[in-house]
């Protein structure tokens, strides 16, 4: 089996995709800093090994973990060694941890912050129509970024006086270009602002998720403060980097295919349908780090070996032709039935989704609606993804808004 090196710089996501479908159902990928893993591509496999309990996240089953050959400054170890929480447990403790944290992300309780979306909606789309006109803006920093950290950090209870330090370390947790001498520092430094933020809660509680996971540990749910520390930082990182990547994924889609764009700001196509279709055709997350065979697994004609790690590529197991037929590569907005996995499967399914799918259904037909002219300010083949295997994240997303609606040019 030919081994796939990841590219650290994503410079081609799409053909990277391609070539891991090619390569079967099961491949093996070599991750940034040499690290070898396997990864699965297809979605039938997929689907069947997320909701396998031979494969766990139990990372002492990783045989090059237990022969010491993954070193603590790899710049991915956050994503594969994040701390205790409900992102590296399984069984009894992963349902204890998760409950506390899908009660407080249900859709019903999710559509009560409907109001408060739109309101910071409203707030960053007067913002972009203060710009000149005609002036390049950067949508992503301007109106992705805001939204759904804005609202992960009112749920969770987070200052927005900590959003810029979370930015900062979050781009040197989530990149493979941070240097491995700063690997240590800044996990340290996120685990210090995360412990200062859950101490604060403990002294001022407040009808937030935060206080609510120190409530329950003080109540007989036997939260430790490891577990506390590291479900807020997994749901503020899990909570806000996949909706900006959907909010930004959608509109190069839609730009880049003018008259399914029109359809939709005509209502001919639901925003719905081009939400559901920009996850599975340009899914904001690329590759998900990292389980464990507990045992030799069949995978399709190949086996993943006992103690071996695997990765769930869902930019590759999005296109597969298998699951969608001979379109899988095209965007179509009216795609149905779409039952992609770009928020994973069984138990281990996000439980952020509703929230996600909510920010971006207020947040993209209020952008169009105050902006029909939307254009962007360079060609879609200068647009560059970031140095992160694991999203599918522009450096920036430079529009042409036009006039506002309702302004006179």
């Known amino acids: ?94 349902r204890r941890l998760r409950t506390l944290v899908a009660q407080a992300l249900t859709v019903r309780r999710v559509e009560r912050l409907r109001e408060g979306i739109e309101a910071l909606t409203n707030a960053s789309l007067e913002k972009l129509a203060a710009h000149p006109a005609g002036e390049p803006v950067d949508l992503k920093a301007e109106f992705a970024y805001p939204l759904p950290m804005n609202v992960i950090s009112e749920l969770m209870g987070v200052d927005a006086a900590d959003h810029p330090r979370l930015k900062e370390l979050f781009e040197k947790f989530f990149s493979t270009q941070t240097p491995p001498e700063e690997v240590p520092q800044m996990m340290a430094d996120l685990g210090t602002l995360f412990t200062k933020i859950v101490n604060d809660k403990r ?127 095209e965007f179509d907005a009216t795609r149905t039935p779409n039952r992609h996995i770009a928020f994973g499967h069984g138990p281990h399914v996000c439980p952020g989704a509703a929230l996600s799918r909510l920010e971006a259904g207020i947040a993209l037909p209020a952008l169009y609606e105050k902006f029909p002219e939307l254009e962007l300010a360079v060609p879609a083949s200068e647009l560059r993804n970031k140095p992160i295997v694991t999203q599918n994240d522009l450096y920036e997303l430079p529009v042409k808004l036009g006039c506002p609606f309702g302004h006179e040019g």
């Open 1 to 94: 089996m030919t081994r796939i090196a990841l590219d650290p710089f994503v410079s081609d996501l799409d053909g990277e995709s391609a070539a891991l479908r090619a390569a079967g159902p099961l491949a093996e990928v070599e991750l940034p800093g040499g690290v070898h893993v396997y990864a699965v591509t297809h979605h039938a496999e997929a689907r069947a090994l997320l909701t396998d309990s031979r494969v766990v996240k139990d990372i002492d089953v990783w045989n090059a973990w237990r022969r010491g050959e993954i070193p603590m400054d790899w710049p991915l170890i956050g994503l594969a060694n994040p701390g205790r929480s409900m992102l590296t447990v399984d069984g009894a403790d992963h």
């Open 203 to 329: 002294a001022n509680p407040g009808d937030d998720l935060t206080s609510a996971l120190i409530a329950a540990s003080e109540n007989g749910d036997h939260l430790t403060d490891e577990e506390i520390v590291n479900t807020l930082q997994l749901i503020i990182a899990a909570g806000h980097e996949t909706t900006i990547s959907l909010i930004v994924n959608v509109v190069e889609a839609l730009q880049t295919h003018p008259e399914q764009r029109k359809k939709v700001v005509n209502g001919e196509i639901g925003w719905d349908g081009v939400i559901e279709e920009t996850l599975r055709w340009n899914t904001p997350t690329s590759h998900v780090l990292i389980r464990f065979a507990t045992e030799d697994i069949e995978v399709g004609d190949r086996v993943l070996p006992k103690g071996e790690a695997l990765i769930v590529s869902f930019a590759a197991l999005g296109r597969d032709e298998r699951q969608y037929g001979p379109t899988a590569g």
